[in-house]
Structure formats: C-alpha cells, structure tokens
C-alpha cells in the first residue's frame, strides 16, 4: 500500500499545490463505491465508457460450476459481465470442450457493476474483459476453500521470457484458437512468449494470431476482450487490432530489456486510486443507484442443473428468500470487502 508522505511533500515544496488539492481528493473513491457492490443494477444491459474507465448495468453472473467451468476466486464476487460476455463465456466452455479442452477456469470477470476495482485490474470495469486460467480445469469440483488457494500455472520457464516446454501442448494453442475465433472477441492478451510460441507453431490459418497481442502478465491466464455490444452508445471501443499477425518487429520488442526495465523517478498511484466517481461517465452515478435485482440467482446464468457452491466470504444470497430480507442482507456496514490480494 502507498502511503502519503506528508514531509516529503511539505519538503519538496508542494505544500500547497496538495492543500489546494485537498477538496477534490474528499470526494469519494469510485474503487470504494463500485467495490462494494453485491449485486448488479437491475437495468438494461448496457456498457458505459472505457475497459480501464467504466461501468455497466444489466450486469449478469457465470454461474460458480457449468458443465464445462468452474469458477474461482469467489470470495471476490467478479463473476459479473454484460451478458453478451456471460454467454459468450458459455458458449466458448461448451466449445473447448469439445476440442478436447476439459473445461474452463474462469478468473476475474468484473465487478456487479464494473467500475474500478479495490485491487488487481485496471481494466475489465464495463463487463467486457474476462480471464480464463491456462490451467485446464480438473475432473472433480474443487471446494471453495480451494478456489481461493489454488494457484494458477505459467506458462512461462521460471526466469525466462519463454514458455515451458513441459506445461505447453496442442491443446493450449486450441484453446487460444478458439478464444480468437468468435467474431466479438477483439483481442486475447497473452505473455509475449506465448505469443512467439504461437507465431512459431501455428500451422494452416493464421489469420486468427492477429487477435492474439503480447501484454505483461497473461503467463498464468489469458484474456478475453469483446467489443462494444449494441444498444452500448455509451461505451467507447478499442482501436482495432492490427491486420497483421504481429510476428514480426512489435513482437521482438518484448525481447528487448526495455519493457522489462524497472520504472524510474517518483511513483505514480494507481489511477484507481485516485479516481473519484465524477471521472467516470455520467451514466455511471445512475448504475450505482438503480435498485438489485431480487437474488443473485435471478441473473445468474447456470448451464446445468448444478447448485452453486457458496463463497466462502461472500454473504449468502439464498434465492427463495424474500426481496425484503434480502435488502436487510445487503445494508452496505455488513458488506464484506474483498480483501486486497496479489493477483496474478
Ligand atoms: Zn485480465
């Protein structure tokens, strides 16, 4: 955690610049209020602002097991998406699967409503990004007490910026390929080293590498981004991906010393950590105020007749109860937080 250093301010003559700065800073933190969200907004699924700057409503939850996922990390309560994302992410288990993939682990999605996150993410804020472990999912349910202490496998050969022959087969490459090939996907962030792997053994299509762009982290998990969906005019898209493979100079750029040198001069914060809620859309104040649906259930998208397992932390959300009770379950002093945690 960073700490403000008062005297190092005061000494550094930024005295006043800060005391100048002070009214803003009371304004309250978007990460605080989109953070403490149990449920989404019970609105029309739409997507407002940018993937690092954000929101949704009409958010809808992955079910915790499907027939061909499981999610993890529940304490965290990011198995919410636009819910072009949350079918999508069925359909791709579904179809992995029968590539011969055993299944999906589903990482961070986003928040209820998106927004920025208390840590981890800059992105995956307007329900549009999504991250699926390079670990296939094994052939019994894990409990939850094993989906928070699980940890993912890299890819990548410890103190390399290759991947480990020994972790990496065909079938990784399949299931990137068929991340890639669904037409709303617009990019799968991976480690440059799985992207050279790519670029080295792909044989026949190629055409589908270009979706597939080399990013810092991604050793343990890949990640999904979808475009804006429609009825969205409040989300702002990416620049599309470049119509080449990307196996060429932008990639041996990632095998240079310079995207790994260490940063230089004075530490900047996070831009969670600073983001009030007026810098995000105006249409986000009314995410954050529109009423829940009646249960989590209601807007969880389940692909089989499996009943969830409960998140250890999470407070318990028990669809037949009544909608009173359960807004006596959500007063926010009894929302626990997640707590902050290195996500890899
Ligand atoms: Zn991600």
């Not at 927004?115 to 349910?141: E, K, N, V, Y």
Request: charged share 25%; with cysteine; proline share 10%.
């Amino acid at each position: 955690m960073r700490r403000f250093s008062f005297k190092r301010l005061a000494s550094a003559g930024l005295f006043f610049a800060f005391a100048c700065a002070a009214p803003a800073a009371a304004e309250p933190l978007a990460k605080d209020l989109f953070g403490a969200q149990r449920l989404p907004a019970a609105t029309e699924p739409a997507s407002y602002g940018f993937y690092s700057k954000g929101c949704f409503g009409g958010g809808m939850a992955i079910a915790t097991d499907g027939p061909h996922w499981q999610a993890m990390r529940l304490s965290r309560n990011r198995r919410w998406g636009h819910p072009d994302m949350i079918r999508l992410l069925e359909r791709f288990s579904r179809e992995a699967a029968a590539d011969g993939w055993p299944g999906l682990l589903v990482g961070d999605i986003s928040q209820p409503r998106g927004g920025p996150m208390l840590s981890g993410h800059a992105s995956h804020q307007i329900g549009l990004d999504a991250d699926i472990w390079f670990t296939p999912m094994p052939d019994r349910r894990l409990s939850a007490e094993e989906r928070e202490k699980v940890s993912a496998v890299s890819m990548i050969k410890e103190g390399s910026l290759y991947v480990d022959e020994r972790r990496w087969t065909p079938a990784h490459e399949a299931v990137l390929r068929r991340a890639a090939s669904y037409p709303q996907v617009e990019r799968v962030l991976v480690h440059p080293g799985i992207k050279k792997k790519l670029c080295e053994t792909v044989r026949g299509d190629r055409s589908w590498l270009r979706k597939v762009r080399p990013f810092w982290g991604h050793d343990y998990h890949f990640h999904i981004r979808i475009s804006c969906p429609k009825g969205s005019p409040g989300c702002k898209g990416q620049e599309p991906a470049p119509r080449s493979e990307g196996c060429d100079k932008s990639l041996a750029w990632w095998f240079t010393e310079e995207p790994w040198r260490p940063a230089t001069g004075p530490e900047k914060p996070k831009a969670r950590d600073i983001m009030p809620l007026s810098a995000l859309p105006a249409a986000c104040r009314v995410v954050l105020n529109a009423p829940a649906p009646v249960s989590e259930a209601a807007v969880t998208l389940t692909g089989s007749g499996t009943a969830p397992v409960q998140a250890a932390a999470a407070p318990s959300l028990d669809q037949d109860a009544d909608p009173a009770s359960l807004l006596l379950s959500l007063q926010p002093a009894e929302i626990p937080l997640p707590s902050p945690r290195p996500y890899r």
